[in-house]
């Protein structure tokens, strides 16, 4: 299932501290808000823009789709058993959106998909896909435990039995060294993302990347990229990294594709707008808008030329 991106700020540390883990659990939950329109975009937006106590949780799923708050190597305040807490340290969790004019049956089902793709992403066995009573006892996920919305625990136990390979929990990865100079392509991160030292997400943090910054790849490994040493960065399909070229082919490329001879900028639109988009990552209108100045602003930035936001020759140059 695709699982649309709206982080909380990680500016924000009392709902998002940034404290990295590698999730051994993942714990159901339901909003315990039948309000109308309280769906996962309503729930998403109360995280970004600042819950009103400290409380989080990593993703909340109605019969739409499926929202990320928090990255799932982070912790989030949402077991109820403290600071120090497994619940709160070990565990991704999972709000299921229980709004009066939404299809619960669906935002189960919904979410018993999610918890698939993640049992496998983060090897995490069907006996470790535990309740919010789990931890403190609290009535959590109330539908789920009394089954008064014609689905109940086992019936969800079942959909992620029906499809599930069961996996048994590893150990964090030994760090992945790679000694190269050459380079085999050039990426720019399109989210905020990790770096671990070896392909895999249970392995060591290293940092976050930022949107727009710019990494030379040595080697890959399935979609894992190798970004010199021992770093290596998932680019999970595409969402994560976008490809900007391979040194061997940039030449070529700049010189089938020479400078139009004027300035583009906002309000530009046409052909030429197209290919900026492309290369910087944003979604191709065809149209110089706002986001396509702010993501020039941004490789600006990152290239060391002149922040202006208007694609001139020397811009024009270094994206192609």
Known sequence: MNIIQRQIPASN?????GIRMVPMYIT????????????AVAHARLQERGNSR????????????????????????????????????????????????????????????????????????????????HWTGKNCPRYLRSGEKGINWNDFITMLKRNTVQVEPIVPADPVFVKSNTIIQRVRALVRTDIRKAP?????????????????????????????????????????????????????????????????????????????????GVSPTGTFGPRTEAAVREFQKQHGLSVDGIVGSKTWSAIF
Request: glycine fraction near 8%.
């Open 54 to 133: 400290q409380a989080s949780w990593h993703m909340q799923v109605d019969e739409n789709q499926a929202i990320q708050s928090i990255p799932f190597d982070e912790i989030a305040w949402a077991a109820g058993d403290g600071r120090n807490g497994p619940g709160n340290t070990k565990s991704i969790h999972i709000e299921i959106c229980v709004n009066a004019d939404g299809d619960y049956q669906k935002a189960v089902r919904n979410t018993s998909e999610v918890v698939r793709e993640l049992m496998v992403r983060f090897r995490i066995p069907i006996s470790n896909i535990v309740q919010h009573n």
């Open 200 to 280: 895999t997400h249970l392995s060591e943090f290293v940092r976050d990347t930022e949107p727009g910054e710019v990494f030379d790849v040595y080697a890959r490994q399935g979609d894992w990229h190798n970004v010199g040493g021992a770093n290596w960065i998932d680019g999970n399909g595409g969402e994560n990294l976008y490809w900007i070229d391979n040194p061997a082919a940039r030449n070529k490329q700049a010189d089938s594709i020479p400078y139009p001879g004027n300035l583009i900028q906002r309000g530009s639109s046409g052909e030429n707008v197209l290919r900026i988009q492309q290369m910087l």
């Open 13 to 17: 540390k009392e709902t998002r501290p």
């Open 28 to 39: 159901i939950h339901e909003t315990d808000n039948p309000a109308r329109g309280a769906d």
